[in-house]
Nanobody
Framework: QVQLVESGGGSVQAGGSLRLACVAS????????MAWFRQAPGKEREGVAS????????SYVDSVKGRFTISQDFAKNTMYLQMNNLQPEDTAMYYC??????????????????WGQGTQVTVSS
């Protein structure tokens, strides 16, 4: 069983930055795939960034490439999402997800067995 707890959300103006953190209760760092998803009101939950193979592989949705960076600190069992140049369309609840014993990450919700409760990000224009 993996428990995930997100933090770092908040309200910022367009162009601002936030860093989200997701602390995992435990996981095998090399064999676990992790990801950040987000869900805006009335919209489907979408994958934003994924990381796997001990951080050697990452993937981003096109809308955040060049602005968001996913990373891990294995000593702290923590995954981060650095979000720069935030825009109003980034407003959403952000969730972290994990799947142990995983070879390849990605943005399929069905891939991940464990989810956090979410942290709200609000960007005003």
């Amino acid at each position: 069983q993996v428990q995930l707890v997100e933090s770092g959300g908040g309200s910022v103006q367009a162009g601002g930055s936030l860093r989200l953190a997701c602390v995992a209760s435990s996981y095998g760092y090399y064999s676990t795939c992790m990801a950040w998803f987000r869900q805006a009101p009335g919209k489907e939950r979408e994958g934003v960034a994924s990381i796997w193979r001990g951080g050697l592989e990452t993937s981003y949705v096109d809308s955040v490439k060049g602005r968001f960076t996913i990373s891990q600190d294995f000593a702290k069992n923590t995954m981060y999402l650095q979000m720069n140049n935030l825009q109003p369309e980034d407003t959403a609840m952000y969730y972290c997800a994990a799947q142990p014993e995983c070879l390849t990450g990605g943005f399929s919700r069905a891939l991940y067995s464990y989810w956090g409760q979410g942290t709200q990000v609000t960007v005003s224009s």
